[in-house]
Nanobody, 124 residues
Framework: QVQLVESGGGLVQAGASLRLACVAS????????MGWFRQAAGKEREFVAS????????TYLSSVNGRYTISRDNAKKTVYLQTNSLQTENTAVYSC?????????????????WGQGTQVTVSS
């Protein structure tokens, strides 16, 4: 059974940083592309970042490019999302997703598994 467990969220002030982590189990992590999505209250789920399995290629939502960094540690079966210069509009539940293929994708429908998410709240 595949499990993705996120952590690292919290309540921070605008301008702060958080490092989110997602630990995977039950899948071959080294060959799975990983992604981060977020969903704010009353809004649709939104792609944030993705990283490929084998060559660590990355892609980002344009509004977070340069502020967020996705990375992975295959030995720890963990994907990270470093979020810097957080803004109030970044408040959302951030969840990680995994797909059984190596190539990165930006559509939620391309992913096979997802976690419960971790809440990020940014105050002004």
């Amino acid at each position: 059974q595949v499990q993705l467990v996120e952590s690292g969220g919290g309540l921070v002030q605008a301008g702060a940083s958080l490092r989110l982590a997602c630990v995977a189990s039950g899948l071959t992590f080294s060959t799975a592309a990983m992604g981060w999505f977020r969903q704010a209250a009353g809004k649709e789920r939104e792609f944030v970042a993705s990283i490929s399995a084998t060559d660590n290629m990355t892609t980002y939502l344009s509004s977070v490019n340069g502020r967020y960094t996705i990375s992975r540690d295959n030995a720890k079966k963990t994907v990270y999302l470093q979020t810097n210069s957080l803004q109030t509009e970044n408040t959302a539940v951030y969840s990680c997703e995994a797909r059984n293929q190596a190539g990165l994708r930006s559509y939620a429908s391309d992913y096979d598994y997802w976690g419960q998410g971790t809440q990020v709240t940014v105050s002004s």
